[in-house]
């Protein structure tokens, strides 16, 4: 059985750091991509990050470029997502995501569309505000 667990949100403040964290379980780990995407109240899921199982490549949704890292520790079956100089309009739920999205052209081509991954977390709320 295939299980992805966010932990590490909550309520910050403008300005401040959170990292996120998803540990998966029921998958051979390093032959996956992963992804984060995030779903505002009333608004479509967004792209987040995502990072290929080929090598440091990553991928970033325009409003977070700059501000957020994604990563991985394969040996620990996890992907993070290290979010800086948070923002109001950064409160969302926050979703992991992983599946075998094929060769790295597939990847950079479909990495940031949630129908290309099977396997989600259950979810974790990030609340931006002062």
């Known amino acids: 059985q295939v299980r992805l667990v966010e932990s590490g949100g909550g309520l910050v403040q403008p300005g401040d750091s959170v990292r996120l964290s998803c540990e998966i379980s029921?998958?051979?780990?390093?032959?996956?991509?992963m992804a984060w995407f995030r779903q505002a109240e009333g608004a479509k899921r967004e792209f987040v990050a995502a990072?290929?199982?080929?090598?440091?490549?990553?991928n970033y949704g325009e409003s977070v470029k700059g501000r957020f890292t994604v990563s991985r520790d394969n040996a620990k079956s996890t992907v993070y997502l290290q979010m800086n100089t948070l923002k109001p309009e950064d409160t969302a739920v926050y979703y992991c995501?992983?599946?075998?999205?094929?060769?790295?052209?597939?990847?950079?081509?479909?990495?940031?569309?949630?129908?290309?991954?099977?396997?989600w977390g259950q979810g974790i709320q990030v609340t931006v505000s002062a």
């Open positions: 995501a992983t599946d075998r999205l094929g060769n790295l052209e597939r990847w950079n081509q479909y990495c940031n569309n949630p129908d290309s991954y099977m396997y």
């Open positions: 029921g998958r051979t780990v390093n032959k996956d991509d």
């Open positions: 990072i290929s199982r080929f090598g440091p490549n990553t």
